[in-house]
């Protein structure tokens, strides 16, 4: 599994990943993100329960014009809530690492994405 694109918000995450068609990669990926996420927001705020509920949301996206307007949704995703005037005013997203892609703690798959 790859990210091809994320924004993590005040209460929520977009991740855009892609995976090479093996069966279980991305439900068993995303079980362990939402697993572990749950659990360190459980222990930093001294509660017990499910932490994603009914919150997460998977769509199969095509390649082409769909992941197009995917990458537009997350990257827009804190200028239409109002929060910031343009994409790369929110520093937790990968619209600044696409922009000026790292050298040093990469997440988005760059050769990925340009395919």
Known sequence: ????????????????????????????????????????YNQR???????????????AVESGDHLARCMAYIDLNMVRAGVVGHPSSWPFCGYNEIQKPRKKNVIIDYERLQG
């Not at 705020?45 to 769509?59: D, F, I």
């Open 1 to 40: 599994m790859t990210v091809l694109n994320y924004r993590i918000t005040f209460n929520h995450i977009h991740l855009l990943v892609a995976d090479d068609g093996e069966r279980d990669v991305l439900p068993n990926s995303m079980q362990l993100v939402a697993g572990r996420t749950g659990q360190e």
């Open 45 to 59: 705020k001294n509660r017990k329960g499910a932490y994603w509920e009914e919150w997460y949301h998977a769509t």
